[in-house]
């Protein structure tokens, strides 16, 4: 063989050699480093807005003050709100006070009353239609007009006592239920009044959704507010997100519940805890932002990490690599 031919095969060798001595440094790296993807914290805002309309009475934070959850931002002028609150607990307090006369029923003294009017008038009924006889067996001693008038007013006192003995009736049997059924209802109503005007009343102060930091103010005191004007824009940080992305390949190598740790530029050697919460099942390509050693046109998938910065070091928007140790893969 020639000894330009020895040679070449001699190189070719050596290279072959080389590459997969590379190969093999590199996927044992690889092994020991396990596998990484890459993606950023996630950016996640909100708009917050009263849900009642009013006059801005105070605002309590400034841009980029961080808030903790249901810490008060701003408060509305809520003297109408007070007032409104005031006139329902009162009609409350009627409607269950009507109820409450219902269910009593008569009292004693009321049935006494009645009891006395009926009695009272069956012995003038009974009176009046002596008289009626007395006038009627007269004959010619008396005159027609002096019985009708005497018989006339015998039944006009008969009706009288038929009238006290029904309204003595009614008052023994006591109140209706259809009535105790309308007035249950209206204390329901008057309820449901209160429990509105309770919420609106509440609603004038402004309040935190979650733990984050105040990116825009944009209303100040003074300013007429309402659920269609935000107040402020907020920046949410619990929890904490990690979107990255994953590809085919490594598919297997990743599922909700995993444990991982996370890197930033900032803090190359630090590491922050994560829980995988979420694996996309459907493909898309690479976003833009996501800087990865694979082609920007392959397929990947979406990854959700939740991480834990007690320390609040990680900021929305900020690049972050996700490592799953190859113990677990």
């Not at 980029?64 to 329902?88: F, K, M, P, S, T």
């Not at 904490?240 to 050697?269: C, H, T």
């Not at 630090?270 to 459907?282: E, L, M, Q, R, Y």
Request: charged share 25%; aromatic share 6%.
């Amino acid at each position: 063989m020639p000894k330009r031919t020895m040679l070449a095969v001699v190189v070719v060798l050596i290279c072959a050699a080389a590459a997969a001595a590379g190969y093999a440094l590199y996927a044992e790296g690889e092994r020991q480093d396990g596998l990484k993807i890459y993606g950023s914290v996630d950016m996640r805002t909100v708009d917050l807005a009263f849900e009642e309309a009013g006059r801005i009475e105070e605002v309590l934070v400034e841009e980029g003050e961080a808030v903790e959850a249901g810490q008060l931002l701003a408060r509305l002028e809520d003297r109408r709100y007070g007032i409104a609150l005031a006139n329902a607990q009162a009609t409350l307090a009627v409607r269950r006070k009507e109820l409450d006369l219902l269910l009593a029923g008569s009292r004693k003294e009321e049935i006494d009353a009645a009891r006395a009017s009926w009695k009272a008038a069956e012995a003038s009924a009974d009176l009046s239609g002596r008289i009626c006889s007395r006038q009627k067996k007269l004959g010619r001693a008396t005159t027609e007009q002096l019985v009708d008038e005497a018989c006339s007013q015998a039944r006009v006192q008969r009706a009288q006592a038929l009238a006290a003995k029904r309204n003595l009736d009614l008052l023994l049997a006591g109140t209706r239920i259809e009535q105790i059924d309308v007035a249950r209802a209206n204390v329901a109503l008057a309820e449901t009044m209160v429990r509105e005007a309770e919420r609106a009343w509440e609603n004038c102060a402004l309040k935190a959704p979650s733990r984050g930091f105040i990116r825009s103010r944009l209303k100040e005191k003074g300013d007429m507010a309402s659920s269609a004007a935000p107040v402020f824009e907020m920046a949410l940080m619990q929890p904490l997100w990690v979107r990255a992305w994953i590809d085919e390949v490594n598919l297997d190598k990743i599922a909700p519940g995993m444990k991982v740790e996370v890197y930033s530029d900032s803090f190359p050697q630090t590491p922050f805890a994560g829980i995988v919460g979420f694996v996309s099942t459907v493909a898309e390509f690479t976003p833009k932002t996501v800087q990865t050693e694979a082609l920007r046109t392959s397929l990947v998938y979406e990854v959700r990490v939740v991480v834990e910065d007690p320390q609040g070091r990680l900021r929305l928007g900020m690049p972050a690599t996700v490592r799953i140790p190859a113990e677990v893969q």
